[in-house]
């Protein structure tokens, strides 16, 4: 098992409910999609108001150097970003 720390921007900072949310285990060999569907089930779980799974899917994730493209596979414990998509001008 790897350990991660998910730091929480924009929208998702609302959902901050302390070190149970930002610290969690996941199976080597993860990808970006199984670290979304931990924190949308940890969410859930959490906040049964939580609705907003779609903007989940939509936000990036980020390590301390990079955005994660779909392809990343989490070899090690790290701290990751979830960065929800924004708009303006």
């Given at each position: 098992?790897?350990?991660?720390?998910?730091?929480?921007?924009?929208?998702?900072?609302?959902y901050?409910?302390?070190?149970?949310?930002?610290?969690?285990?996941?199976?080597?060999?993860?990808?970006?999609?199984?670290?979304?569907?931990?924190?949308?089930?940890?969410?859930?779980?959490?906040?049964?108001?939580?609705?907003?799974?779609?903007?989940l899917?939509?936000?990036?994730?980020?390590?301390?150097?990079?955005?994660?493209?779909?392809?990343?596979?989490?070899?090690?414990g790290?701290?990751?970003?979830?960065?929800?998509?924004?708009?303006?001008?």
């Open positions: 098992m790897i350990d991660i720390q998910l730091r929480l921007f924009g929208a998702f900072r609302k901050e409910l302390g070190e149970s949310l930002l610290r969690f285990q996941i199976p080597a060999g993860s990808s970006v999609k199984d670290v979304k569907a931990v924190v949308a089930a940890r969410l859930r779980e959490r906040v049964p108001e939580f609705k907003e799974e779609q903007l899917e939509d936000s990036a994730l980020a390590d301390e150097s990079q955005v994660l493209g779909n392809h990343w596979v989490a070899a090690r790290c701290t990751l970003a979830l960065l929800p998509p924004v708009c303006g001008g």
